[in-house]
Nanobody
Framework: VQLQASGGGLVQAAGSLRLSCAAS????????MGWFRQAPGKQREFVAS??????????YYADSVKGRFVISRDNAKNTVALQMNSLKPEDTAVYYC????????????WGQGTQVTVSS
């Protein structure tokens, strides 16, 4: 499975950005799709996730983004998106799209990362 993320960029605080990620290859083996981020000097952290068959009711968010970010996915197109609103400078990071394998249930698949920079 290959994941290709896009949509990062530079935005002012309180602005919005939308990240997208497209999966290709053995996409039938993908279950949960999600987003992680890594800020300079910090460990990679979970942002949001959504399982294949959960719809919007089974989405999960980090407390730091709850109420501001919305994750969605299109199973027919094998894509996942992250709508980021009310962005803060502390949201600045490289954002990674990731997906779990339905058998291992681990995040075995990772995209290349896209930079999000929020200026104050």
């Amino acid at each position: 499975v290959q994941l290709q993320a896009s949509g990062g960029g530079l935005v002012q605080a309180a602005g919005s950005l939308r990240l997208s990620c497209a999966a290709s290859g053995r996409t039938f083996s993908v279950d949960v799709m999600g987003w992680f981020r890594q800020a300079p000097g910090k460990q990679r952290e979970f942002v949001a996730s959504l399982p294949r068959d959960g719809g919007g009711t089974r989405s999960y968010y980090a407390d730091s983004v709850k109420g501001r970010f919305v994750i969605s996915r299109d199973n027919a197109k094998n894509t996942v998106a992250l709508q980021m609103n009310s962005l803060k400078p502390e949201d600045t990071a490289v954002y990674y799209c990731a997906a779990t394998d339905r058998d291992t249930r681990a995040y075995d698949y990772w995209g290349q990362g896209t930079q999000v920079t929020v200026s104050s």
